[in-house]
């Protein structure tokens, strides 16, 4: 699977996914009340009422808006970031916030109306502690290049979104973006991406230190690497100040080859990216990191995928124990799943050292898409298992886990979305409560927004055990895509 330059088109990193299976948008907008409260409203396995994002109605008047990731500091205390289309038809950067449970107005994230002349989207957010966030995407500048930005919340207060420091060096043929953020503590926070040098398009990571950004540098050691022009960071963790891991792949050669890679910081100095150990596996020479995870300093969690010889992908996890990178393993049971022949691990996320939870689709032998979920418990990766109740759900084929996420050991959201009898995409939920996934869910309230039939969720975040909040896309009856939340407690 050869990937193409990712911020050429403006959106391209946040829809990639997404318009790989269902979405479509276009048209103009719908209102929204301004302010909703989803406590006390009648819940399904403690999930309350999808709802748009208030304010969205109002800064929507294009037609497409989503969710692209949500953050959740502490149970009723999140943030949700994505893009809106205004008026002229340009994409704008929106984050909504979630206090004490209510979700109030989204509003266009400060500064970007400054920064962009053209299209600006915002693909990561990150909450330290209530009120404490960072996000992080990307905007257009006046000569037509992207460039990437980084913005912060203090204290409840968003402050101006301010082009990465050091970028204006590093990205000479102007594009760029922030792919995926992290916050370990108010303030300490790292973001990874791309940009471009001019030549090639080489992956960067950037830290936050007591409040200020640093400059952005290179990934250690993926310039040496990257022989076939092609490098990017997909996902960042930060486990405590100074101390985060990196994740994304190298095209090594001309021919498109490419490896999936880890990068870490400790004590505030990034160390030289490696190739995920154990990719012997990767015989087809096609792999990725997709997502990355970490408990505390030094266990953390990697997944993606890998290719074989004969050209079919399959999900991969590895793990780093105290320091040390184990060798990755093929999900396990994904092997007997995947009658079709493809399975990617989308999504990872560790709650301690040694439990965490994954998240994907595999192929069945007729074709379709399933989705799956697999834990980590004690050090040991289980067998992956069709996500409880999408058996009956998914009449339509096509079930996909995009994002997971674990609040305590055996206690794990995960989100996505599903085909029903109609061919429709229809937003889906699951939940893991003491080491136990339950049966997935149609998510409350999303079929009365979901009217045209494409919805999911693209990002889920767990606070607490049973306090959860996920967000994405749904199209209302015009065929507008409409962006939306919904809590768990």
Request: net charge neutral; charged share 10%.
């Amino acid at each position: 699977m050869m990937r193409r330059r990712r911020v050429v088109i403006v959106l391209a990193a946040s829809t990639a996914l997404w318009c790989a299976t269902l979405l479509a948008v276009t048209g103009a907008a719908q209102a929204a009340v301004a302010r909703v409260s989803v406590w006390g409203v009648a819940r399904a396995g403690g999930w309350g009422k999808a709802i748009e994002v208030p304010g969205t109605g109002a800064l929507n008047k294009g037609g497409n808006a989503f969710v692209n990731s949500v953050s959740c500091a502490s149970a009723g205390n999140c943030a949700a970031v994505g893009p809106y289309t205004d008026r002229s038809g340009h994409h704008q950067a929106f984050v909504a916030s979630e206090r004490n449970g209510v979700w109030h107005a989204a509003i266009e994230l400060p500064g970007t109306g400054a920064l962009n002349k053209g299209d600006a989207d915002v693909l990561s957010v990150s909450c330290a502690s209530a009120g404490n966030c960072a996000a992080g995407g990307l905007y257009t500048d006046a000569s037509g290049h992207s460039q990437a930005f980084v913005a912060s919340e203090r204290y409840g207060a968003w402050h101006a979104a301010i082009e990465v420091p050091g970028m204006g060096a590093l990205n000479k043929g102007g594009d760029a973006l922030v792919h995926s953020l992290s916050c370990a503590s108010a303030g300490n926070c790292a973001a990874g991406g791309s940009y471009d040098d001019g030549s090639k398009q080489q992956a960067f990571v950037a830290s936050e230190r007591n409040g200020a950004w640093h400059a952005a540098i290179e990934v250690p050691g993926t310039g040496t690497l990257n022989t076939g022009s092609i490098a990017a960071v997909d996902s960042v963790s930060c486990a405590s100040a100074g101390s985060c891991l990196a994740g994304g792949f190298i095209v090594v050669d001309r021919s498109g080859h490419q490896l999936g890679f880890v990068a870490s910081e400790r004590n505030g100095v990034w160390h030289a990216a490696i190739e995920v150990p154990g990719m012997a596996l990767n015989r087809g020479r096609v792999a990725d990191v997709f997502s990355v995870s970490c408990a505390s300093a030094g266990n953390c969690a990697a997944g993606g995928f890998y290719a074989d010889g004969s050209g079919h992908q399959h999900a991969f996890v590895a793990s780093e124990r105290n320091g040390s990178w184990h060798a990755a393993i093929e999900v396990p049971g994904t092997g007997q799943l995947a009658k079709g022949g493809s399975a990617y691990t989308y999504s990872v996320s560790c709650a301690s050292a040694g439990n965490c939870a994954a998240g994907g689709f595999y192929v069945d032998r007729p074709g379709h898409t399933q989705a799956f979920v697999a834990s980590e418990r004690n050090s040991a990766w289980h067998a992956a298992i069709e996500v409880p109740g999408t058996g009956a759900l998914n009449k339509g084929g096509d079930a996909v886990v995009y994002s997971v996420s674990c609040a305590s050991a055996g206690n794990c959201a995960a989100g996505g979305f599903y085909s029903d009898g109609s061919g429709h995409g229809q937003v889906l939920v699951d939940s893991e409560r003491n080491g136990v996934w339950h049966a997935a869910i149609k998510v409350p309230g999303s079929a009365a927004l979901n009217k045209s039939g494409s919805a999911g969720v693209l990002s889920v975040s767990c606070a607490s055990a049973g306090s959860c909040a996920a967000g994405g896309p749904y199209t209302d009856s015009r065929h507008h895509t409409q962006a939306f939340v919904v809590s768990r407690t």
